[in-house]
């Protein structure tokens, strides 16, 4: 049920500025692709515009092509609320509902669906849970508010709550940057453990982690602070950590700037 | 005292302050200069407080003046009579009708407030919801005696289609029979304080709307929310409390408002059970309406009902007020 | 209704089927339409129920025609849409109508003339006369209440922000928040307390006292907002160099939130302009010119409207509205001035 997800010449824009320019790249079903680069390169920019949340920014508008399965998602007569279901997304800082208790947490995306039964609801709810590895810590407490879990616990919540809407594409942006060490070891065992059954894309600031945890990675880069950012260049993790094609990727990898 | 110490006293106070601090804070002034300005300022602080505790104690002596030689039950008759002897009067068709006046202001007014603040927040254009918050904003200002003078000639003539709709279809309850009278009933009011307040209504709701995290927000888009569903997952949720003491503060204006009701209603002192027919009153109205044929004994009858509107409209702006406050300690335990 | 969505199979997940961008214009038209169809046919001539019929039909139409063709969450968002969209044109028409019946009828008798003359010698039947006594009178007692607020107000929001610790500064801070809630009326039978208790006859000052009550804490608050403001290193820095507190708050604290402390006084003199039942009850109103606020009674501008619309006499409508205009056009003014200084002024905070 993970799709594949093919972007063609794609420009993203807020307002009159351009963010990032001609972005064309492959992403295979069950893996991980991790996007890395410097601050403002546009990587988070083009992980948004890959479930349309980019024009939920004021002034943002996009131009190109992101096929879902030979799908275009810009496509006219395509509903971006559908596109949202099917692409989900974790958010950088953990944002549960804070008025909903951890259990509503997780089935609001399902009861905006259409109908469950409670007991279906119960069923998906704890399934859900556990995909992101978090029932045994909640199990007993699911009727209290989400917002009194620890920061890497309810950065779990916020994926189990993405990912009980069952979508074909999980899209992270800088998941683990708000969380402490071994907070961010249980997310990265996670997503080792989710992309048997989605498509992940994770942005990281965070070159050992995209190490660890991605299959391929994209090296995004700008040419000056203004400039809008672009694809340097895609290949396997394990290549482009040591043998990248592009001299730029192996200055930033090797820390001589970014 | 040295200087480096009193810079330990600097404002703004959000620490609480020890004890020591407290009892520098005390007698920190050494200087006269210093001494002057702390009197000063201090004695302008005490001066609102004597004119609280002023406004309590006269007007409640004045009012036990009147309420002791009142003949009739001052809570429970409906009657205004100061000039008889033995007075009788008492204020329940002037509590019944401010409360079903402001009644129907708040059942108006709010959902149609929330509903502009999230037009402004979440549905306009960019470039339109600046201007038109900019026009709210002076409509607060507008004089309520204009409202009034507007409500008068304006609104009480285009009323009766509606008055007359209401009748043929939702006569039947009692509260909307209509005998066809001039529309200068309780209905009229709540409509015209319904406009009054929308503004207040609406900033403030605008405000609480505009401060729900974007993040929230967000997490309901990528989840494949509508915008509807945002609104009642992320945005609604967060702003209610805001959103009541909005109200609360809204329906403290209707409850004292006098003078757009004084032109529109034609007052009597009967409860009516419709809302459409003339007649009933409120307590600011009354008081404005009465006041000049009154003679003194007439004038402390009027205060002694003023400090009915005064309690209630306390109560009603301190619940505000604990509501807001609560939201702070709710929100920021939260962040 | 349009067919050409309607056609368009689900063929996948993502493809939902949608209605062309014009279909709110469209139902939107419809509704008006046949709103003003029944309104022909039944007979009604009020364009307030035309409205509401117009406004029901559109959400209705709304919903059905969504529900049918993109289903019923989506319909449920077309619905909210055209609610707040209906709300906004609803209350949008009341207000239009006032600012625009207050200039239509405003312009009418509003001339040099009106505004350099007293209702002295005009009966309220006749036309003539104007709203000179008015405008004095007002400005004599807002001018007053002023000197009266804008000082303590200033001072009691100086001392809690910059002295206030403990109890005493905790209970100002709530009854001036007590004190914003006082109905306009209550003010005024206040001061009418004290006045009956010393048997005095109306007179402005009377209305300045109980307009200086309602203006006071608006002032305390809009200062206190102010001085806040007013970056703590900035006082430090004074203090630093040896300057005693009091010349640090006066100048380099107060002259710091000038224009906010400015725009505040400025919004609190534009609410207490228009009130009218305090001045109703403490100074009467009066036809002639008296420029002494300390005794007889006077007029105002507020209470010169009530008294105008009161006569029922169709001259005297003109010269109520007119008078309208007048103190709109005041209050208006000093808004906008206010705010113009508070933007100018501001501190520059990503807001």
Not at chain 1, 41 to 65: A, D, I, Q, W, Y
Not at chain 3, 283 to 303: D, M, T, W
Request: net charge positive.
């Amino acid at each position: 049920m993970a799709k594949r997800i093919d972007v063609s010449g794609l420009t993203a824009y807020y307002g009159s500025h351009k963010a990032i320019e001609d972005i064309s790249m492959t992403v295979e079903p069950r893996s991980v692709t991790a996007f890395i680069g410097p601050s403002g390169c546009g990587k988070s920019t083009f992980l948004r515009t890959l479930n349309r949340m980019h024009e939920v920014t004021p002034g943002g508008r996009v131009e190109g092509k992101v096929l879902l399965d030979d799908e275009d998602l810009y496509g006219t007569g395509i509903d971006p609320v559908s596109v949202r279901r099917e692409v989900g997304m974790v958010f950088q800082r953990p944002n549960p509902f804070p008025t909903m208790s951890i259990f509503d947490n997780v089935a609001a995306g399902l009861k905006l669906n259409g109908s469950y039964k409670k007991s279906e609801l119960q069923d998906i709810v704890e399934k859900s849970l556990k995909g992101a590895n978090l029932w045994n810590e909640v199990k007993d407490r699911l009727n209290k508010p989400g917002s009194g879990l620890s920061g890497g616990q309810q950065q779990r919540l916020c994926i189990a709550r993405a990912i009980a809407v069952e979508p074909k594409v999980l899209l992270m942006d800088e998941p683990c940057s708000a969380l402490d060490p071994i907070s961010t070891l249980a997310i990265e065992d996670l997503i080792g453990e989710l992309k048997e059954r989605f498509t992940i894309v994770i942005v990281t600031h965070n070159m050992q982690q995209a190490a660890r945890v991605s299959d391929r990675t994209a090296f995004f880069n700008l040419a000056a602070v203004g400039q809008p950012g672009k694809l340097i260049e895609i290949d396997d993790t394990e290549r482009i950590f040591s043998n990248p094609s592009v001299q730029a990727t192996e200055d930033y990898i090797s820390g001589r700037f970014g | 005292m040295d200087i480096s110490t009193k810079n330990t006293e600097a404002p703004p106070p959000i620490p609480q302050p020890t004890a020591t601090e407290q009892k520098r804070a005390a007698h920190g002034a050494t200087r006269p200069g210093d001494r002057i300005f702390l009197g000063l300022s201090r004695g302008s602080g005490i001066l609102l407080l004597v004119i609280m505790a002023a406004i309590a104690v006269f007007l409640t002596y004045r009012a036990t003046l009147a309420i002791s030689k009142d003949e009739g039950n001052f809570l429970t008759t409906s009657d205004w009579n100061t000039g008889a002897t033995p007075p009788v009067f008492g204020i329940a068709v002037l509590a019944f009708g401010t409360i079903i006046s402001s009644i129907i202001a708040m059942v108006i007014a709010v959902p149609i407030a929330v509903a502009i603040a999230l037009f402004l927040t979440h549905y306009a254009p960019r470039k339109l919801s600046g201007p038109i918050a900019y026009v709210i904003d002076l409509l607060a200002a507008v004089p309520s005696i204009v409202y009034g003078l507007w409500g008068a000639m304006i609104l009480v003539p285009n009323l009766t289609g509606l008055f007359g709709w209401l009748d043929a279809y939702l006569g039947w309850t009692g509260i909307f029979s209509w005998d066809g009278g001039a529309p200068r009933a309780m209905f009229t009011v709540g409509i015209l304080l319904a406009i009054m307040i929308l503004p207040i209504i609406t900033n403030v709701s605008r405000e609480v709307f505009r401060q729900v995290p974007q993040m929230h927000q967000e997490a309901a888009l990528a989840l494949g929310a509508t915008r509807w569903e945002v609104i009642r997952m992320a945005v609604l949720p967060f702003g209610r409390s805001g959103v009541i003491s909005a109200s609360m503060l809204g329906l403290g204006r209707a409850l004292g408002e006098t003078m757009a009701v004084a032109t529109v209603l034609s007052p009597d002192f009967i409860i009516h059970g419709s809302v459409l027919n003339p007649g009933g009153g409120t307590f600011a109205q009354n008081i404005a309406s009465k006041f000049s044929e009154a003679t003194e004994f007439g004038r402390d009858a009027l205060i002694a009902s003023g400090l009915v509107l005064f309690v209630i409209t306390l109560l009603v702006n301190g619940a505000a007020r604990a509501i807001i406050a609560r939201r702070k300690e709710y929100s920021g335990a939260n962040a | 209704m349009s067919n050409a969505a309607v056609t368009e199979k689900r063929a996948s997940t993502l493809r939902g089927a949608r209605l062309p961008k014009w279909s709110p214009y469209a139902i939107a038209a419809g509704s008006v339409a046949v709103a003003v169809g029944i309104g022909l046919a039944a007979g009604l001539d009020s364009r307030v129920q035309l409205g509401l019929i117009a406004g029901l039909l559109f959400i209705l139409g709304s919903y059905v025609i969504a529900a049918r063709v993109e289903g019923r969450r989506q319909a449920k968002d077309r619905v909210a849409t055209s609610l707040v969209w209906v709300a906004f044109l609803l209350a949008v028409v009341p207000l239009v109508s006032l600012v625009w019946t207050t200039i239509a009828r405003g312009v009418k008798v509003l001339d040099v003339y009106f505004l350099t003359h007293s209702m002295g010698v005009v009966a309220d039947s006749q036309p003539g006369g104007g709203i000179y006594h008015a405008i004095l009178g007002s400005l004599e007692q807002v001018g007053l209440a002023t000197l009266i607020a804008a000082p303590i107000g200033v001072l009691t929001a100086i001392y809690l922000v910059e002295y206030g610790r403990g109890n005493l500064a905790r209970s100002v801070t709530f009854f001036v928040d007590v004190m914003t809630g006082i109905p306009s009326i209550v003010a005024g039978l206040f001061i009418l307390s004290l006045m009956l208790m010393f048997d005095m006859q109306p007179f402005g000052f009377a209305g300045s006292l109980a307009l200086a009550i309602l203006m006071m804490p608006v002032v305390v608050r809009s200062t206190e907002e102010m001085l806040k403001l007013v970056p703590n290193e900035l006082r430090e820095a004074s203090l630093a160099l040896g300057v005693p507190k009091w010349r640090t708050i006066l100048k380099v604290v107060l002259p710091t939130s000038l224009g906010g402390i400015t725009t505040g006084i400025m919004l609190a003199i534009a609410r207490i302009a228009g009130e009218t039942a305090p001045v109703l009850l403490l100074v009467f109103g009066s036809k002639f010119i008296n420029a002494n606020p300390f005794e007889g009674a006077q007029a105002s501008l507020p209470l010169y409207i009530y008294q105008q619309y009161g006569s029922g006499e169709t001259p005297a409508y003109d010269r109520a509205w007119a008078a309208s205009l007048t103190l709109i056009a005041f209050v208006m003014i000093l808004n906008m001035v206010a705010r113009g200084i508070a933007r100018w002024k501001a501190p520059k905070t990503g807001r």
